[in-house]
């Protein structure tokens, strides 16, 4: 019974070493897919901007 315990134990703290993993990497991805999102919106705006520029030259 006490090999049983040790066993759960140790499963048991495997196991929240894998939740606490999964979510940080879920974490990360979320981080990144934000930032990657402001980093194209801002590039397209700046885009239009200068199209706007340069049409205004023209």
Do not use: P
């Not at 006490?2 to 606490?20: E, G, K, Q, W």
């Not at 801002?42 to 901007?49: I, S, Y």
Request: hydrophobic fraction near 60%; glycine fraction near 2%; charge should be positive.
């Amino acid at each position: 019974m006490d090999n049983f315990i040790a066993f759960l134990n140790t499963f048991a703290s495997y196991l929240l070493v894998y939740v606490v993993f999964i979510a940080v990497i879920v974490i990360a991805f979320l981080i990144g897919v934000k930032t990657r999102k402001a980093k194209d919106s801002k590039a397209a705006a700046q885009a239009v901007t200068e199209t706007v520029n340069d049409d205004a030259k023209a």
